[in-house]
């Protein structure tokens, strides 16, 4: 997750993400973004349908850091900006806003063990007003917020830029001795579950999942606060393969048959024979 460079003589770390604004209203927000983006080594910013043009007061507030806005990205969807990145993390003021659906909430100073050994983390921040719609939020793999003062939670877009890279640059992450899951591999593990789910609840009999939605988005959500090895998922891929064949075919074993025997059932056969 983080680089390291030297200036004036101290080791520094580079923070390896991409700055993703949704809809941001500002030019005055947007300099002072790329400002502390520069701060901490990050230049990859990128705009989800701006509300506001790159102008003269946008670079006077970028300071050093007009390259940034210059060489910045802009896009119809958060899905096309966060493409490429092996974590999605949104970003939040208020963590009971969807609260229902919005399981994996952590808070900014917990972030870099949250994204350490996905490659680069997309950070994505709302509009100055409205802050992420909720359709945005529940798209992201974890949503993060910053501890502030409860009479007034909700910080300047650009210092909420510059405190997220702050915690992500000064904190070492613990070091992974295993190879993690790609979110490649973690996108396809959620499709392959969601399948399995329609499958089993298309047999006839037995009590129906009535909401698979919720059962997937909660199957998800338990993948992306996990940090899953590159071999449990292949493990995964393998058990869930199965059990949709099962479920697909004209002789379907009971499930118990694809369990390990218990303890006790091999203690029992074992003195019967």
Do not use: W
């Not at 101290?10 to 002072?32: D, F, S, T, W």
């Not at 990128?46 to 990205?73: Q, S, Y």
């Not at 997220?164 to 396809?188: C, D, G, M, N, V």
């Not at 037995?206 to 959500?221: I, M, N, P, W, Y």
């Amino acid at each position: 997750m983080l680089d390291l460079f030297k200036k004036d003589g101290k080791r520094q770390k580079k923070v390896n993400a991409r700055v993703i604004l949704v809809e941001p209203e500002y030019q005055i927000n947007l300099g002072m973004v790329a400002r502390a983006m520069k701060n901490f080594g990050c230049d990859d910013l990128v705009l989800v349908k701006p509300k506001c043009k790159i102008g003269f007061t946008a670079k006077m507030f970028a300071k050093h850091a007009e390259d940034l806005l210059e060489n910045r990205r802009e896009y119809p969807s958060l899905q096309e900006a966060a493409k490429g990145c092996g974590i999605v993390v949104g970003t939040t003021a208020r963590v009971t806003r969807f609260s229902d659906r919005l399981k994996n909430c952590v808070s900014s100073t917990r972030l870099t063990q949250t994204v350490n050994g996905r490659g680069k983390a997309a950070l994505v921040f709302g509009s100055e007003s409205n802050g992420l719609k909720e359709d945005d939020a529940l798209a992201c793999d974890v949503t993060a917020y910053i501890p502030s003062f409860p009479e007034q939670p909700v910080l300047n877009l650009s210092h909420a830029v510059a405190v997220t890279l702050y915690e992500l640059s000064s904190k070492q992450a613990p070091e992974i001795f295993f190879e993690t899951a790609a979110s490649s591999k973690l996108k396809r593990l959620e499709q392959m579950f969601a399948q399995a789910l329609a499958d089993a609840n298309a047999l006839p009999g037995g009590k129906k999942v009535l909401d698979e939605r919720k059962v997937s988005t909660a199957f998800r959500q338990a993948l992306q606060r996990s940090n899953l090895a590159d071999s449990e998922a292949q493990s995964l891929f393998a058990g869930l393969s199965r059990i949709s064949a099962v479920c697909k075919a004209p002789a379907r074993k009971p499930v118990t048959a694809l369990l390990p025997a218990s303890r006790s059932s091999l203690r029992s056969s074992r003195q019967s024979n």
